[in-house]
């Protein structure tokens, strides 16, 4: 799982150890108090691991908001589908540009199928999906695909934001192509009147 959205999850468990702790003391309950805290040792231990563990393949969360979601019951599958397909698009044209200095504005994508991200996990908190580099090979250095999957999520961060400065550099930056899928992708998030939230790294 994304390692903030792991860390989150084991801070909530301390969290409510925590309580659990405050409610109880070793005269009444010592055998509860004691696991209660070898537990709470062991996630922390946990969390030292997680964030001494260096992520250098590509991971990304989409949570996805409004219309499209139902509460938790579930998403529209073809909200859902064009949207990922959406921004499975644009992190293929980041890739490509690693290769090329500008992209033809139609035809195929260069090197698309070394771009593909899977979907490993949903999450919950609206709803989200996990989507992971599919040869995640173990490496020191950050991928490309990592690379292009966290400009991805900068730039939709950048198109996103009030700061028009922002905004402009977006601007003086993009290519055409990716101009035109952030386009697309941003039209099926309005036309279905859906949220996004973006979680990548801690």
């Known amino acids: 799982m994304l390692k903030k959205l792991e860390l989150e999850s084991i801070q909530a468990e301390i969290g409510t150890i925590d309580r659990m702790l405050a409610e109880r003391d070793e005269k009444t309950d010592p055998l509860g108090v004691m696991q209660y805290r070898l537990r709470r040792q062991s996630l922390l231990e ?54 090329k200095p500008r992209l033809p504005i139609r035809g195929p994508t260069p090197q698309r199928d070394q771009s593909a991200l899977l979907i490993t996990d949903i999450v919950r908190g609206s709803l989200g999906f996990v989507l992971t580099e599919a040869d995640a090979d173990p490496s020191l250095v950050d991928s490309k695909l990592k690379e292009a999957v966290s400009e991805t999520g900068d730039l939709i961060y950048r198109f996103s934001a009030a700061d028009s400065e922002a905004l402009d550099l977006a601007y003086d930056e993009i290519d055409l192509r990716i101009l035109r899928d952030l386009s697309a992708f941003f ?16």
Do not use: C, H, W
């Open 46 to 99: 946990e969390i030292a691991g997680i964030e001494s563990n260096p992520e250098t393949s590509a991971e990304i969360a989409l949570f996805f908001g409004g219309r499209p979601v139902l509460g938790s019951k579930g998403i529209s599958s073809e909200f859902a589908t064009k949207a990922i397909g959406g921004f499975q698009a644009l992190v293929a044209n980041k890739y490509a540009l690693k290769a």
């Open 187 to 202: 039209s099926t998030m309005d036309g279905a009147g859906a949220t996004i939230r973006v979680v990548q790294g801690d």
